[in-house]
């Protein structure tokens, strides 16, 4: 689906698994053109001066087995929505993590979306982790 086809109509489960499937492929052409250079990517972190380029980075430096999206609350101010979705995913260990299984997470992430140059785009991903 073409970025383009999202501008005027929002579907956020729709745009959210876009998302999720570029990151999954690797396809970083499609995550750059998906998230606003003016993305804000919020961590529980002290040092949390994250964006754009440290999102796609740490996004598509690991391998992804699987996610599942679902959408629970979502707020219409126009240009711009605030989405709370439900996302439990499945990546291959890194680092110094337990290699004998893949990691599996889950927790709620809040995104704003705004539409810009007749795109919906994503400005801030703030992650929740319960797992």
Do not use: C, Y
């Not at 005027?8 to 570029?22: C, R, S, T, V």
């Not at 003016?38 to 972190?45: A, F, K, T, Y």
């Not at 291959?92 to 539409?115: L, Q």
């Amino acid at each position: 689906m073409s970025l383009r086809n999202h501008g005027g109509m929002f579907d956020a489960l729709q745009l959210i698994e876009d998302l999720q499937a570029a990151v999954q492929r690797g396809d970083r052409e499609r995550v750059e053109a998906m998230v606003s250079d003016r993305m804000i990517w919020v961590m529980p972190l002290k040092d949390n001066a994250r964006g754009k380029v440290q999102w796609i980075e740490a996004s598509l430096g690991v391998t992804w087995n699987w996610f599942r999206v679902s959408v629970h609350r979502e707020v219409d101010l126009g240009q711009t929505r605030i989405v709370e979705s439900w996302i439990k995913q499945s990546r291959e260990p890194v680092g110094d993590e337990d290699s004998s299984a893949p990691v599996i997470a889950e927790g709620v992430v809040v995104d704003v979306w705004t539409e810009e140059d007749g795109a919906w785009r994503l400005v801030s991903r703030h992650p929740q982790r319960t797992t």
